[in-house]
C-alpha cells in the first residue's frame, strides 16, 4: 500500500503542479491564450475567470498544492489547498465540460489514495471542538 500511496501522490503532485503552471502560463502570456475559448458556459467561465486575474491565483495555488504534495513535506497541507479546488473541477466536468469527466475522477481517486494515508492528520478537521 506503501507504493500505491507514493505513486498516487507523486501522480496529484506532478498533474497539479503541470496544470496549475499551465493556468499561471496563460495568466503571463503565452501564445496558445490567443486561440479561441471554448463556446458556451464553459467559454464564459474561462473568460471571466482569466479577465478578472482569478485564474492566475488558482494556478499558484494549485502549483503550491501540487509542490508540497510532490515534494512529500507538509503533504496535508497540500491536500488541504488542492481539495477544495479538486471539487470545483469535479463541478465544473459535471456540469458544464463533460469531457473533462475521466481526468476529474482519476485526479479525485489519487487525491483520496494520498488523503487516506494521512488520515490521521486530516483527523483534527472533523472534530467538533476547537
Known amino acids: 500500500m506503501k507504493i500505491v500511496t507514493i505513486i498516487a501522490r507523486v501522480l496529484?503532485?506532478?498533474t497539479f503542479v503541470f496544470?496549475?503552471?499551465n493556468l499561471v502560463g496563460v495568466s503571463i502570456g503565452h501564445p496558445y491564450l490567443h486561440s479561441p475559448m471554448p463556446p458556451g458556459p464553459a467559454g464564459q467561465l474561462a473568460t471571466a475567470l482569466y479577465t478578472t486575474h482569478f485564474w492566475f491565483?488558482?494556478?499558484?495555488?494549485q502549483v503550491i498544492g501540487g509542490l508540497l504534495v510532490l515534494i512529500g513535506l507538509y503533504?496535508?497541507?497540500g491536500l488541504v489547498i488542492l481539495g477544495p479546488?479538486?471539487?470545483c473541477i469535479d463541478f465544473f466536468h459535471l456540469s458544464v465540460?463533460?469531457?473533462g469527466i475521466p481526468m476529474a475522477?482519476?485526479?479525485?481517486?489519487l487525491w483520496l489514495i494520498v488523503a487516506w494515508?494521512?488520515?490521521?492528520?486530516l483527523a483534527g478537521i472533523f472534530s467538533r471542538k476547537a
Open 12 to 14: 496529484l503532485g506532478i
Open 97 to 99: 465540460a463533460h469531457e
Open 75 to 77: 503533504v496535508t497541507l
Open 19 to 21: 496544470f496549475g503552471g
Open 57 to 61: 491565483l488558482i494556478g499558484i495555488l
Open 85 to 87: 479546488m479538486l471539487v
Open 117 to 121: 494515508a494521512h488520515k490521521h492528520h
Open 105 to 109: 475522477i482519476v485526479v479525485t481517486i
